[in-house]
């Protein structure tokens, strides 16, 4: 009664005194009197934005509307996913599959979307796995992951997964030096020994398929984040990079040595015609390409066992190494193409580079010596300025359509607007705290949608009820449609936002896949009418050819099973009608249940262990009478003769009642 009286108490104090922001709020957010309204999508109407937020450590993808900052969905990608059986029924299990064998679990990061013209064009999402270097691609018509394709020759796959301006490539790095091959040496050997790789995948226009084109034999420095170049520097790529000392131990003082590390400037094109002649040398190698297929619901995954490996000192003019003041962790090229900025972690300035300056320094050959045979060129040559003290630590830029960068300073846990070409601080805002990337919607392209911003923010403490030990990681919306951001909302994300990507809702929401159409289901094991559904043993193997529709399994009673007998459930759901999926899950299963959509059909593993009769039953709520949807299978005693039988309403499904 008390805390209902205090609520009431809050609230009128709210309403009576407008503006009201309460005083702890605005010394905390200084929150505009109307920010609610602009995050507030009402009941039944739809966000402006999708935003795609990866989940960093939990591996997967996760999907918010913007301006409300509900959670939509979490894509399964890289890690497995009980909820929906990814990763862990027969279908999805390939898609995990590595050089290393089946890996359970990544660490996702920089989500992108695929572009036309520089343009974002809505059709796929690529994003990176750090810790066993992979790129996941991502439907936007089904919102799953479709393909995954490791990257040999790396280790610390951080500089990705950007896509240059007409998805002709998806890049990957090496953030940690290996010795390449894989070999035992001495870690202290590192110097000159440890190399790294820039892997340039293709990208099918067609279909979207993934296939590793060349990879750049590099010196082993730690290539952290890239970007493409766009308009006048298509046809460039730019990799920040630290560590340029080879150090291999304590690296947070060994690695810091040099007043500058670089930006490698790749130029991807003269690359691609030095390849296309048949030029650059194979290697052998191991990595998987797992590739999931629409028609037969099933992924399979091929060990691939060559890549094309060029060395730089082949090419010569297609790399150079930018310097860039001090172990720059973002390196982030602007709308126009012309601006390449070093976000140098520990650098009390932010580095822009000019495209235009970089091209007449090459001409001039203005180079500063050379690092393993690749050119320096000099500072003061490719340098358009640096924006003096905008404040501690900086992370990421992205970029309005208006000249403006805005970049997160991870020490001093604010954003600052600035503008590029005059090198001025617009405005300021503090974040709560400890920012890594920021995002604005298509911020990665020709054409930002630039109406809000997302600051994603390792560290909450006091900012969300306290939930044990960890808190929260959270994203705060921005409007920054006028000359002063405005902080609009805080709202809690899934593992780690470690990067995201945007787009407007207009450009995915119509082409949003409802059902997958039962005549076109081409799985081998699917069942399309209840009369099909049947029971086969094949020596210790039982398949069990289910289906499900509401509100019932067919067959629903299946006797014969024994402990020791593998028991595969091959489900389809029969339903052709949008937001119908059917769960299924057995008692004592030691995978997951599933949750198969309609049109779809899915395969789960259950090894009975001991004499009984066995439930199993729907686990989505999906009619009035969800709660029936059930079903038993009973397991008899190793040797034992119980024939296989199957039934439902005690008839055998597609026999004629006698
Ligand atoms: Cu089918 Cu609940």
Request: proline content about 6%; overall charge negative; some cysteine.
């Amino acid at each position: 009664m008390k805390s209902i009286f205090a609520f009431l108490t809050v609230a009128v104090f709210l309403v009576s005194c407008n503006p009201a922001p309460t005083s702890s709020k605005s010394s905390k957010g200084a929150l505009t009197s109307n920010a609610a309204e602009k995050v507030y999508v009402a009941p039944g109407e739809y966000d402006d934005y999708y935003a795609f937020i990866s989940g960093g450590f939990s591996g997967q993808l996760a999907v918010y509307g913007l301006p409300s900052g509900r959670l939509f969905r979490v894509i399964p990608v890289f890690s497995q996913d009980p909820e929906k059986g990814y990763g862990y029924n027969e279908e999805t299990k390939p898609m995990l599959n590595t050089s290393h064998g089946f890996v359970p679990w990544g660490d996702s990061h920089h989500p992108d979307i695929s572009q036309t013209d520089g343009v974002l064009d809505g059709r796929w999402v690529f994003i990176n796995e750090n810790n066993t270097p992979r790129i996941a691609r991502i439907s936007l018509e089904t919102f799953e992951t479709v393909e995954i394709i490791e990257i040999p020759n790396s280790a610390g796959n951080h500089s990705s997964s950007f896509v240059t301006e007409n998805s002709e490539y998806v890049v990957a790095g090496t953030r940690f030096g290996i010795p390449i091959p894989q070999r035992d040496i001495s870690i202290s050997d590192y110097k000159g020994n440890f190399k790294a790789s820039l892997s340039f995948i293709k990208i099918d226009p067609e279909d979207g398929e993934m296939s590793i084109a060349f990879q750049i034999r590099m010196p082993g420095f730690d290539y952290d984040l890239s970007h493409p170049g766009r308009g006048k520097s298509h046809g460039w790529f730019f990799f920040s990079m630290y560590n340029s000392e080879e150090a291999h131990s304590l690296l947070e003082v060994n690695a810091s040595q040099n007043d500058k590390d670089f930006i490698a400037a790749v130029n991807w094109k003269k690359i691609e015609e030095y390849v296309k002649q048949g030029k650059g040398h194979k290697e052998k190698v191991k990595y998987a390409h797992n590739i999931w297929d629409d028609d037969t619901h099933t992924a399979t995954s091929t060990m691939e066992k060559e890549v094309l490996v060029v060395n730089p000192e082949d090419v010569p003019g297609a790399i150079y190494f930018l310097p860039t003041p001090k172990s720059p962790h973002g390196c982030d090229v602007d709308p126009t193409g012309e601006y390449i900025i070093g976000n140098g972690k520990l650098a009390a300035a932010m580095t822009v580079h000019s495209f235009t300056k970089m091209l007449k320094a090459i001409e001039d050959k203005a180079f500063d010596g050379d690092k393993y045979g690749i050119p320096i060129l000099k500072f003061e040559a490719v340098n358009y300025g640096t924006l003096v003290q905008p404040g501690l630590g900086p992370l990421h830029t992205e970029f309005d359509t208006r000249g403006n960068a805005y970049t997160t300073f991870f020490i001093s846990s604010e954003v600052v607007k600035w503008n590029v070409k005059d090198l001025k601080v617009i405005d300021r805002h503090p974040v709560y705290y400890s920012v890594g990337h920021l995002m604005i919607p298509g911020g990665n392209s020709r054409k930002p949608f630039d109406k809000y911003m997302i600051a994603m923010n390792k560290i909450t403490k006091d900012r969300y009820l306290p939930t044990g030990p960890e808190v929260c990681q959270s994203a705060q919306l921005f409007d920054i449609s006028g000359d002063k951001m405005e902080l609009l909302l805080d709202f809690p994300t899934i593992g780690e936002p470690h990067y995201a990507a945007g787009i407007p809702a207009e450009m995915l929401m119509d082409k949003s896949k409802k059902i997958y159409k039962l005549e076109d289901n081409k799985h081998p094991d699917a069942v399309k009418t209840e009369a099909d559904s049947k029971v086969i043993r094949k020596g210790n193997e039982v398949h069990i050819y289910m289906t499900m529709i509401r509100s019932h399994f067919s067959p629903d009673n299946i006797e014969g099973v024994k402990v020791g007998d593998k028991v595969f459930f091959h489900i389809t759901n029969l339903e052709q009608d949008y937001d119908v999926p059917h769960g299924f899950a057995m008692i004592g299963a030691n995978t997951s249940e599933e949750l198969i959509m309609p049109g779809r059909t899915a395969t789960m593993v259950w090894e009975p262990k001991e004499v009984g009769v066995w439930p199993f039953y729907c686990t989505d709520f999906c009619s009035a009478l969800h709660q029936e949807m059930q079903g038993y299978v009973r397991v008899s005693a190793k040797g034992a003769n119980t024939p296989i039988k199957y039934t439902l309403d005690d008839e055998v499904p597609g026999e004629e009642e006698e």
